[in-house]
């Protein structure tokens, strides 16, 4: 059967630019991959056809030969150094995939060693809000895993070098045929850094690294909330074998208080006072997050539940110099155990008041007698 021309096969034409060839292959792969038309026979040649057209349209040798001599450019190794006679689709299959689909179908050939990172740490502080408002510096202690000193990380007993990985003979990457292709994967025995430990360091065993108590000073910066996570780069495990160290994470835990409230960069503070002082009005000194003082007014006929803004005392961004606010509520507390002259005086005072001095008062029971009526 007579082999279709390479451009019909893509759907391009000859002018089609190496983006558009790319990008009309990608169709057809995603199209008629074995993996989504499982038995499907016809599916399966048209993705090797598809393969294989684009396997000479997007080298622009093979393309001019192609362009120049048709099919015949490759039988029987015509076509000088582009020829290849008739296509062997299992052995160039995973190097057009590679270069098509990068790391993702089988890692780049360009990058076949694992740089054998260390594993990232989290650590859990507490602090109080105070020290969230002001920051702090504080030294921690942790387990973890240190670079070897005696073979410096590399793994290898000093004066010995790694040789190449007897498996993937140093290429940190193993082909196997899987059906019609083969698939490229990482060497199961060197991780894909393609080299072998042949004389192990005796203080680490060949890892490179060895356990350890890290002791570290850390600055918690002002601002900071309840559940911030902080990154130190390279604190965390060695990596194996002269790999890079991972990453240590603060998680923040910010302590309840036991008079403010936080929300973000706000913070709500209630404040009680008695019935005389919000009926009459007076002035009261509160206490402050950064340890001082403020004085709010208390107007009279100042009602329970009303809040008042203190501009700027609240908690400092992490980022700036800006500050939150601070919102005191005011709740008015009834008196209790009254003494024989307290009685009398508010009984008193209730046989004076009027409707006027109590306007939340009247109108719920307007609305009470209206509902009673209907």
């Known amino acids: 059967m007579a082999k279709r021309d390479y451009y019909e096969v893509l759907g391009v034409n000859k002018s089609a630019s190496a983006e558009q060839i790319k990008s009309a292959y990608r169709k057809l792969a995603v199209k008629y991959h074995p993996d989504k038309n499982k038995g499907d026979k016809g599916a399966e040649e048209k993705f090797k056809e ?24 490759f039988e029987n190794g015509g076509g000088g150094r582009g020829g290849f006679g008739n296509f062997d689709f299992s052995n160039h299959f995973s190097d057009i995939f ?20 260390g594993s990232d740490l989290r650590y859990d502080l507490s602090i109080s809000l105070e020290e969230a408002f002001s920051g702090k510096k504080q030294d921690i202690k942790f ?10 990380g590399s793994g ?13 003979g140093g290429h940190g990457q193993v082909r196997s045929s899987q059906g019609f292709f083969t698939v490229q994967q990482t060497c199961p025995q060197c991780g894909g850094g393609g080299e072998e430990i042949t004389n192990p360091c005796v203080s680490c065993n060949g890892q490179g690294k060895k356990q350890a108590s890290k ?16 990154r130190l780069s390279g604190k965390g495990e060695a990596g194996s074998r002269g ?24 913070l709500f503070f209630e404040c009680p006072v008695s019935i005389a002082d919000a009926a009459l009005g007076t002035s009261i000194e509160i206490p402050t997050i950064n340890g001082g003082k403020a004085k709010i007014k208390i107007p009279a006929g100042t009602q329970s539940g009303k809040q008042f ?12 110099n800006d500050f939150g606010d601070l919102y005191v509520q005011v709740n008015t507390e009834v008196p209790v155990s009254l003494n024989k002259e307290q009685k009398e005086l508010l009984e008193k005072f209730r046989d004076i008041e009027n409707e006027k001095s109590n306007p939340s008062i009247k109108k719920f029971f307007q609305k009470a007698k209206s509902f009673w009526k209907n």
């Open 50 to 73: 598809a393969s294989e057209a684009y396997h000479v349209l997007s080298n622009s040798e093979r393309k001019q030969n192609y362009d120049n001599f048709g099919h015949a450019a």
């Open 98 to 117: 590679e270069d098509f689909f990068g790391e993702g179908f089988g890692g780049s050939r360009r990058s076949r060693r694992s740089n054998n990172r």
């Open 143 to 152: 387990s973890t895993s240190e670079k070897c000193e005696t073979c410096s």
């Open 156 to 168: 290898s007993k000093p004066g010995h070098q790694t040789g190449a990985c007897s498996m993937c």
């Open 215 to 230: 002791r570290l000073s850390v600055t918690i910066p002002k601002g900071v909330d309840d559940g911030t996570r902080i």
């Open 243 to 266: 790999g890079s160290s991972g990453d240590l994470y603060l998680f923040i835990n910010v302590n309840s208080h036991e008079l403010f409230k936080r929300s973000d960069e706000n």
């Open 309 to 320: 803004r203190l501009r700027g005392k609240g908690m400092p961004y992490m980022r700036g």
